[in-house]
């Protein structure tokens, strides 16, 4: 299943072959990836990028590349667990990060496709959450409207907008910003030291590694294995003469957000290894239902991080790898904060005052407000581990060796442990693997 962001003119790069020395390396060629290195190199920072496919090949393609800082309805809950300061510097990062973005467009006159436009979160049962949201955004300062209606094609009873958001093409972004890096493609990081990343064919020594993988590859120390799992979700790209006029997220789990040949629709969320099948058949008839004259161009798959607190681990990959740093579990929002993350870690690596620090650190532990939701990861791994045990060997995971489901929708095996996803023929398509499968031969 191919995504409507892969025609994107983007050359192939060479293959890391032998030991080489840099002042920074950064693993994962991601927005994150790209974003982050190349604010390190305008900094003076000499930066190598070591990608284990391509680069943007991983979630960044399959992103709706929606730049927000309405992340659902977080605020109101970011003031009950924390402080209207904690909300306000939630709202400000991702603020920051998407007009990051677009002094970078229009700085580097980058044809991405870059737009202003409206966010907007809808319900399609009870208005109240949008009202107590509004009520929260209110005493924080930031601006919002509620709308008893909205130009989407389905019944609303509500909607709360937040004006003056962005979209935009994130692989032509990225692969811009990529042309003046030093990249590797092909060369995962096998192993990665305290200030050694070790690849199939050759070996980078740096004196900081940034981690951005989109699922951290190393278990210890960290553990992001217990600290987060992963979701998939499925897109679909409709051609039609009909547009929404914004971006859209709804209660119901739908997405919407126009495109330069019509609409994309989103939804049918799921934990990973988890799903019923009918994902996209489900998600095709609902689209139907919204465009009947429109003509189905593209639909996809992607994969999402998700935290025990809903908050991105940005920062130190923890208090015992103090050159070592990590950005991660940034939930449905990789744009924006991929954009925050480029911002944060290059200033903690020169070792800068960043307002941000303390409200993203990995370093971060509430048990009680975690305690559901690690459970909850805890019994999948449990589970998966037991039934890997006792299972056949080609059927676990090269992770950590939980058992693996089927996913018929997209004819692959996933891991409901920790989200690891692979071809039918074992080849890793996400991580946190980096092995292929043990299939058997013949």
């Known amino acids: 299943m191919g995504t409507i962001w892969e025609n994107t003119d983007n050359s ?53 590349a929606k730049l927000t800082a309405q992340h659902g309805l977080i605020y109101g809950k970011l003031m009950g667990k924390h402080s209207p300061l904690f909300a306000r510097l939630y ?23 870059f737009e202003r436009v409206d966010s907007y979160y809808y319900e399609t049962l009870d208005a109240e959450p949008l009202l107590e949201e509004k009520e929260a955004l209110d005493k924080l300062g930031i601006e919002a409207e509620f709308s008893g209606k909205t130009s989407l094609p389905i019944f609303v009873s509500g909607a709360l907008c937040m004006k003056g958001q962005a979209q935009f093409h994130p692989l032509k972004f990225a692969s811009h910003l990529a042309k003046s890096l030093k990249v590797y493609e092909k060369s995962p990081a096998l192993k990665i030291m305290t200030s050694e990343v ?7 020594s ?19 294995f217990l600290r987060q799992h992963q979701e998939r979700s499925y897109l679909m790209a409709v051609k039609t003469d009909k547009r929404v006029g914004g971006m859209y997220l709804g209660g119901d789990g739908h997405t919407f957000r126009d495109y330069s040949e019509g609409v994309l629709i989103g939804g049918e969320a ?18 139907k239902k919204c465009f009947p004259q429109g003509e189905f161009a593209a639909s996809w798959s992607n994969q999402d991080c998700i935290t025990h607190d809903g908050l991105p681990f940005i920062g130190r990959y923890s208090v015992f790898r103090d050159n070592m740093f990590v950005a991660t579990g940034f939930g449905k929002w990789g744009m924006s904060l991929s954009a925050v993350a480029s911002i ?10 960043n307002k941000y620090e303390k409200l993203y650190t990995p370093k971060r532990v509430n048990i009680i407000a975690a305690a559901p939701k690690l459970i909850t990861d805890v019994g999948y791994s449990v589970a998966g581990l037991s039934m890997g045990f006792f299972g056949k060997k080609e059927e676990r995971c090269s992770h950590l060796g939980c058992k693996l489901s089927p996913n018929i929708d997209e004819n692959t095996l996933e ?4 989200g690891s996803q692979f071809t039918r023929a074992g080849e890793v398509v996400f991580s946190p693997a980096k092995k292929p499968l043990n299939k058997k031969k013949g």
């Open 415 to 418: 891991c409901p442990c920790h």
């Open 344 to 353: 944060l870690i290059p200033d903690l690596i020169e070792a800068k005052a």
């Open 206 to 224: 740096a004196k900081y590694i940034v981690n951005c993988t989109h699922y951290p590859v190393v278990n210890f120390p960290g553990m992001y």
């Open 91 to 113: 709202y400000d990062s991702n603020t920051e990060g998407i007009d990051k973005v677009e002094n970078l467009v229009r700085r580097e006159n980058i044809d991405c496709e």
């Open 270 to 287: 799921h934990r990973t290894g988890k799903g019923k099948g009918g994902c996209l058949k489900r998600l095709s008839s609902f689209a």
């Open 198 to 204: 070790i690849t199939p064919k050759g070996k980078v």
């Open 12 to 64: 192939e790069r060479e293959e890391l072959l032998g030991e080489i020395s840099t002042e920074c390396v950064v693993v994962g060629g991601g927005l994150a990836g790209i974003m982050t290195a190349y604010e390190l190199q305008s900094r003076g920072c000499e930066v190598v990028v070591l990608e284990a496919d391509r680069i943007l090949s991983g979630a960044t393609k399959g992103t709706t």
